[in-house]
């Protein structure tokens, strides 16, 4: 019992550490990391996304105007993730405000941050943590935006 404790913390240091957070730019990322372990295919409005290997995890990390703007955390060895370490990587991704548990469906669990500019959500299999910026907005979307209304006219 008394190995326990000194165990627990050490895993809680762990699963804080192997966190990106929200708004961080590329070089702060890679500096708690090290280097990506490769680029990964990626759709707009993502400028660009990487795999991270950290501390037992691998992160993946989408970045918009060299800012991070969503995080997918997994165990590497693909075990299911515990709320203690889903309640580390929400309170790495507080930025001063605090997360509310909400719904999104039978097979997720989801929370929103109480300033609305952060979602996130466990999927079904508790495998796969995901953190977005909920403003994640880029010139290029507003261009696109535009375009779609203009089609839209008349209808």
Known sequence: MR?????LL?????VMRAEARLGET???IEKRYGPAIRKVKFQKPV????KYH?????IE?????DRC???????ADRGFLGEDEVAAFLRANEAGSSWRREENSNTERGYRRADGKAIAHLD?????FTVMSADSGTPSEEVDGKRVRKRLEGF
């Open 61 to 65: 990390v989408s970045f918009i105007q």
């Open 10 to 14: 050490l895993f809680a240091l762990a």
């Open 47 to 50: 400028e660009r996304r990487f």
């Open 69 to 75: 703007v969503m995080e997918a955390i997994e165990r």
């Open 3 to 7: 190995i326990a404790g000194p165990c």
């Open 124 to 128: 079904a299999y508790l495998t796969r």
């Open 54 to 58: 950290f501390s037992g995890y691998i």
């Open 26 to 28: 590329q070089a702060e």
